[in-house]
Structures are given as C-alpha cells and as structure tokens.
C-alpha cells in the first residue's frame, strides 16, 4: 500500500527538514544563506555537511554518490564512485568529505565542446551546486553539480543558467531598491515546464528502426482516424496508463519533484505532465529528473515514452511550455498586476522590462528552442509560428495604449461569468483569455514562453530570458537612479517602452497565414523557420555583447555553443538520412517488390483460366505499386547522392543549410512514396507497425 503522499514527498531527498534535523545549528544557517543568497560554504562546514549527508545516504541504503550534471548532451551525466575507504583491519569503512562533496573530476574529453578543448585535454571539473537538494537515485546519493573546463568555461546548462539567474537578482534588487524596498534580501526566477510526451508498446516499438535510431517515425501512412474528433483531450486515460501515472508520480514525489496534473493530450497516444513552480535552477533540475525517470518508469509496464517534437507525421507534436515569473525572497510575484494594475506602477515597469527584452533579444529566444526535431513542430498549426510575438490579452493591451497616449484609463470592473446552471456558483471572470497560438503569452501572473520542444533542457530558453530581462532592468535601474522626478522619469520610461516596443504584442490568431505576413513585412519582426538560420544569431554582435555583459558566457563559450548546436543538427540530419536508406534497401523494397510478385502470379494464374473477369484490382494495384517502386528506388538513390555530397562540406553552417536545402527536401519525398505504398500493400506484407497499432495500441 501506498504512504500517504506527504510523508512520501521528498523521503529521497536531503532538503531543508532532513538538514536541520542532521545539521548543527550554525552549520544549517550557513547552508541556508548559501542556498538562498547564492553565497558559498565554508570548506570546513562543506565537511560538516557531507558527513551528515552520507550518513543519511547510507541509512537509505546508499552505496556510491556521484556529481550529477548537464553537459551539452542534452541528457544528464554522473560517474558513480563508492563510499567504501579501506581500513586498517583489511575491512572497508563509509567516507565521504566536503573536498568529494565540493567537487570532482570526471574525464571531459568525451563531452561535447564546441572547440574549447582538443580531445586529448581531458581533465573537467564539477562542482557542488548548493541551490539544488542532493538526492538519492538507484542507491546512488546525486550531487547536482555544474561543469566546466580546466581553463574554467563552462561545459554544462547549469553554470550559465545560475549566472543568469545572478544576472536578474542583481540588476532587480536594484530596481526595486528604487521603489523602497529595502526588506527583500535576493530576487529568483521561478519556472513550471509542462512536459508532454507519446506513449507506445514496447513491443511495437522495438520493430520501428527508425524511432529505435531517431526518436521518431520517418515513414507511416496516416491512419484512417486521428485527431479530428478531439476526443482524446482530457478524455478518460487507459488503465495502462493511468498504472504508469500513478508509478511515475510515487517515484518523482519520492524525488521532490512537484508532479501536479496529470491529462490526455491532444493527439492520440500523447500525454501530459505539469509540475507545481519552483526556482529556476531547481526547475531545471527536476525537469530532466522528469523525462529520464518516465522512460524508465515506461519500460516496467511495457511502454516507451518518445519525447520527440515530432514523433508521429499528420497528428501533434509535443512541447514544453515554460511558465516563467519573478519572485522576491519574501513570495511577492513581481508580473502579479493586482486587482489594479494600472496602480501599480512596478508591475507596469516589470511588464516593459519584459516586453522590451522579448523584442530586442527575439532572436535568441527564437535560438533558444531551436533544434532539428522542433523545426517539425513551430508554424504547423498545432504550435506556435517561429516569429516571436508576446500576448498580453485585452485588459493590459488598452492599459498600456492609454499610458502611450497619455489617456485615462477607463479600469473595467471584473464581469461576473454566469455558467447558466443555478447548481454551480458564479465566479469572476478572467482579464485576459488564454491565447495557446502565441509563442509568449501573458497567463495572469506568468509568461508561458510555449516554443521549447518536449526533449529540450529548459536552460536554455531561461538563460536568455533571465539574461535579457536582467539587461533591460539594468538600463531601466539606470536611467531612473539618475533622475531628478523618479515619479516623471517612471512615467516618461514607460510610455517611451510601450510606443517603442508595441510591434511584439499580438493577441489574435498566431496560426494564421496571415499573421506571418504582417508580423514580418509590416512589423519587421523576425521570421526564422529553421534551426540553421536561427544559430546565426549566436554570432551576432549585440548577442555577444548581452552575454558577455552580464557575465553569462564569454565570447569563447558562445562560440562553443553554436559550434556544438550546428554540429549536433548536422548529426541527427544524418542518422535520420542513413536511418530511411536501410530501411528503404533492407525492409520496404523488399516488400513491396515481394508483394507486387505475389500479385502479378495471382494475375497470371486466373488469366491461365482465360478470364479478364476480375483481375482489375491486381492490374490497378501492380501498375500503381510499380510507379511507386520506380519514385522510393529514385528517390533513394537521390538521398544517397545527397548525403555523400553534404559529407564533403568542411563548413558547419553550409552543411546545416545544406541538409535543409537539399537533403531534407528529397527525405519529404522519398517518404510521401513510400507512406502511399503503405496504404495499397497487404498488411500482413508491409515490415512495420502501422501509426493504428503504435496511436492506438494501448488500453
């Protein structure tokens, strides 16, 4: 039977109670300034702390610990060492010190670089991140850690998402000194990525090369019902499912992840989790806690879980949306407007800060998503476009127009909604809508930034809000410490944000066609559909400057990162092309040619009979698969050609442009003959699961 659920949260977990139960007192005090100031421990309490926390450990039946990080993988890292130390009996003893707790060295060689490193400098560091509670896993105690170089850089997601947030708690705290608060000790961004993922039978799955290989489908005929009827949205979950729900919240409330709503997604198949928000950092942390413990979780009840943007052609993708807000150290929730937000003159500047940095830094927002699996799902009417454009919904909108016309604005009362039963009670209905066709959207009291894909560390795209916004602050603490009229100079900056920056918001229908048009041609907005384009924005000046600013990459560690990102989109364009020629060469042109074989003998032998009568069928069959033999065998042979030509291309970026120009082009086609030949084989003839039996293969 089950716990209870608060006695299960967090029982893996060493946070804050399990501290102050197993910590002396000033010791607790220090780890507590150090994980809410960001300030660092002494390395005399650093042995303090391991003590208690291997001594903890090991009483839950731990054996080894391991410094967990995020290298540029985009899947996390650990090397597990043992607590054991020999003793003088020839017995072993449990050690472990605050030098082993604070950091390590784990060989870096074989972690991606992007050209910080030659591969035969192989030292890295980890070290301690204070931040975020270490936990157990698979009887192993994880030390989340972030990693760096031996010269320093930054090898990992971690250390710039904590520069980051150092960035945005300093240049806040100086705002909101503006306004007189001088209680408020440190400012942190919070963050709640919803995760969605597909399910399918392990057993379907394993019969599929290309979702072995890819992480997703590259061929498959659409099946006779998909989504059309919405009918799989929030309906009732299969048994199957719900079993696998019900395992994974235990384990990841276990974990200290705060696993909250649970749902059927929209396409067939896929599914949702949304967690409750935490700190950015410890967000983070937990987000890819979430995904690698639901494909381990998938696999003890037969299941796979795919968290490819794209892992079904024809039905919908899967995303992450990122919820993002700011938090001071006393729990006030700095885009909180109020019941009066056009009062509330440090919401108003919060909310410019936030507009002005989503316009000017659009582009990197744009990159901070960017990958060869999320380039499938951005414009394709079930995600947001790939033009940045932030909703603010109708109540702010004429709220920041009268400022821009120094107007009165006319505050409306909230309506009272009548749900129109007498049984259920009338409640206040909301200032704005929720608009799920924008890329950044005003959610009351948070942006939902809804472009990262489902396989995507959030780091990144918080990286660059925290950064961004932490620039903009930085100019508007500025302008306003050296004003003679603070009161003036608020309005003036304003008003002057909003007539500057209106271009971005946008709070109609992000999926329609003519949206683009308008937000590009008439507003000068950036449209940046694929990931190679949107890498470049990594080299441009102004982005390197931002960074470098602010202290959150250097100019060698943003270089790193496009090298890393350009190279990584290079490799998964061609696992995908090499990944459909040995399934075209080994599985679907013998099949279909062994097929056509079975029909032409079955139409010779009636016309031995000397009878036309019903051999249509085998005639209009064979001359059709036949046509498309001829297109999957030429096209093929094309795909081929173009992944020797790409191969020969030295320059990273022409390669990306090169993939997306020429290779992926012919990969359309070579799939839309064969997804026809699907439809018009045998069933019984065709090498792999059909998407009916992978959609709807689970009870």
Not at 14 to 27: C, G, H, I, K, Y
Not at 359 to 372: F, N
Request: proline share 5%; net charge negative; hydrophobic share 40%.
């Amino acid at each position: 039977m089950i716990k209870d659920v608060p006695s299960l949260f967090g029982e893996l977990v060493f946070n804050e109670s399990v501290m102050e139960a197993r910590l002396p007192a000033d010791t607790f005090k220090a780890m507590k300034k150090a994980m809410g100031d960001g300030k660092r421990l002494d390395p005399e309490l650093a042995d303090v702390v391991a003590k208690a926390m291997r001594d903890w450990a090991v009483e839950k039946g731990a054996t080894h610990y391991t410094h967990w990080f995020q290298p540029m993988t985009g899947i996390t890292a650990e090397k597990h060492d043992s607590f054991i130390t020999p003793a003088k009996d020839g017995g072993v003893i449990m050690e472990f010190s605050g030098k082993e707790l604070v950091r390590g060295e784990p060989d870096a060689s074989s972690f991606p670089s992007g050209g910080l490193r030659a591969t035969f400098e192989a030292r890295g560091y980890t070290a301690w991140d204070p931040t975020s509670f270490a936990f157990i896993k698979d009887s192993t105690l994880c030390i989340p850690t972030a990693f760096c170089s031996y010269g320093g850089e930054a090898l990992d997601k971690k250390t710039p998402l904590l520069r980051s947030m150092e960035a945005i708690n300093k240049q806040t705290m100086r705002v909101l000194r503006l306004f007189g608060n001088t209680t408020v000790t440190s400012v942190k961004t919070t963050v709640g990525p919803e995760q969605e993922y597909f399910l399918v039978d392990r057993s379907l799955y394993e019969k599929r090369p290309d979702l072995l290989f890819t992480g997703r489908t590259l061929f498959g005929a659409k099946p006779p019902k998909g989504q059309e009827l919405d009918d799989h949205y929030f309906g009732t979950i299969p048994t199957r499912v719900v079993a696998f729900m019900k395992e994974l919240d235990r384990e990841l409330w276990r974990l200290g992840v705060l696993a909250k709503t649970r749902h059927n997604e929209g396409a067939p198949a896929q599914y949702e989790l949304a967690p409750i928000f935490t700190t950015t950092n410890i967000a983070t942390d937990h987000n890819q806690l979430t995904m690698e413990i639901m494909k381990r979780i998938a696999a003890r009840h037969g299941l796979v879980c795919l968290l490819h943007e794209k892992p079904f052609e024809g039905v919908n993708g899967s995303g992450k949306h990122n919820n993002w807000s700011i938090s001071t150290s006393d729990g006030v929730n700095l885009l909180e407007p109020g019941d009066t937000p056009h009062e509330n003159a440090q919401f108003l500047l919060f909310l410019c800060a936030v507009i002005k940095a989503v316009d000017e830094y659009q582009g990197m927002l744009r990159l901070s998503v960017a990958t060869a699996g999320n380039d499938h799902r951005l414009g394709s009417h079930e995600a947001p476009p790939a033009v940045i454009s932030m909703f603010l919904g109708d109540e702010l909108t004429a709220l920041l127009d009268s400022i821009e016309q120094d107007k009165a604005y006319d505050a409306r009362e909230k309506v009272q909604m009548k749900i129109g039963v007498h049984v259920l009670p009338r409640f206040p209905k909301d200032t704005t809508d929720r608009n799920r066709t924008s890329p950044f959207a005003f959610t009351g009291n948070k942006f939902e930034f809804r472009m990262p894909g489902s396989s995507l560390s959030v780091a990144g795209p918080n990286i660059v809000l925290n950064t961004a916004v932490a620039d903009v602050l930085s100019r508007f603490a500025s302008r306003l410490e050296q004003a003679g009229d603070f009161e003036t100079e608020l309005h003036n900056l304003i008003k002057e944000t909003v007539k500057e920056h209106k271009r971005i918001i946008f709070n109609g229908n992000g999926y329609d066609d003519a949206w683009v048009k308008e937000a590009t041609e008439n507003r000068g907005l950036l449209n940046l559909p694929s990931t190679p384009e949107a890498l470049l924005c990594y080299l441009a000046p102004n982005n390197i400057e931002l960074f470098g600013r602010h202290g959150v990459f250097s100019e060698t560690e943003i270089r790193s990162r496009y090298e890393i990102l350009v190279s990584n989109y290079c490799k998964v364009m061609r696992i995908e092309g090499r990944t459909m020629l040995d399934m075209v060469n080994k599985d679907i042109l013998p099949a279909v040619s062994a097929y056509t074989r079975k029909l032409a003998d079955g139409l010779n032998a009636k016309l031995a009979v000397n009878s036309d009568l019903c051999v249509e069928y085998e005639k209009d069959i064979l001359k059709k698969l036949c046509n498309l033999l001829g297109l999957i065998s030429a096209n093929g042979k094309a795909l081929e050609t173009e992944l020797g030509n790409v191969k020969q291309i030295t320059d990273r970026q022409a390669a990306a442009e090169y993939y997306r120009d020429n290779v992926i082009p012919i990969m359309k086609e070579l799939r839309k003959a064969v997804d026809e030949a699907e439809t018009v084989t045998d069933r019984s003839a065709w090498p792999y699961p059909s998407y009916s039996q992978l959609l709807y293969g689970i009870e």
